[in-house]
């Protein structure tokens, strides 16, 4: 049974820092890609970072410099160092996986807050 597992969020001070780590579990070593998404109050999911098994990395414009995603293929997670935090970086972090065969998986989400 796929299961992911989110870590971490929480309410944090403009400027502070977050990591926010990902367990994935049932892919059977059949994981292309995982990575982090966000979604703020009436906006729409947007992507802040991704990894593939291979190492590559994607980083959204908008948080290239202050994030660092990172992975351990034989744990099967993720993880997301979030520095500099600023208040648009509020919204819900939710775990992507990427399955071999295109399908895409979700975690249940983990509220991240920026604010004084």
């Known amino acids: 049974q796929v299961q992911l597992v989110e870590s971490g969020g929480g309410l944090v001070q403009p400027g502070g820092s977050l990591r926010l780590s990902c367990v994935a579990s049932?892919?059977?070593?059949?994981?292309?890609?995982m990575g982090w998404y966000r979604q703020a109050p009436g906006k729409q999911r947007e992507l802040v970072a991704s990894?593939?098994?291979?190492?590559?990395?994607n980083y959204a414009d908008s948080v290239k410099g202050r994030v660092t995603i990172s992975g351990d293929n034989a744990k099967n997670t993720v993880t997301l160092q979030m520095n500099s935090l600023k208040p648009e970086d509020t919204a819900v972090y939710y775990c992507?996986?990427?399955?071999?065969?295109?399908?895409?998986?979700w975690g249940q989400g983990t509220q991240v807050t920026v604010s004084s």
């Open positions: 992507q996986v990427a399955h071999v065969w295109g399908i895409q998986y």
């Open positions: 049932g892919f059977h070593q059949r994981i292309y890609a």
């Open positions: 990894i593939t098994t291979g190492g590559s990395t």
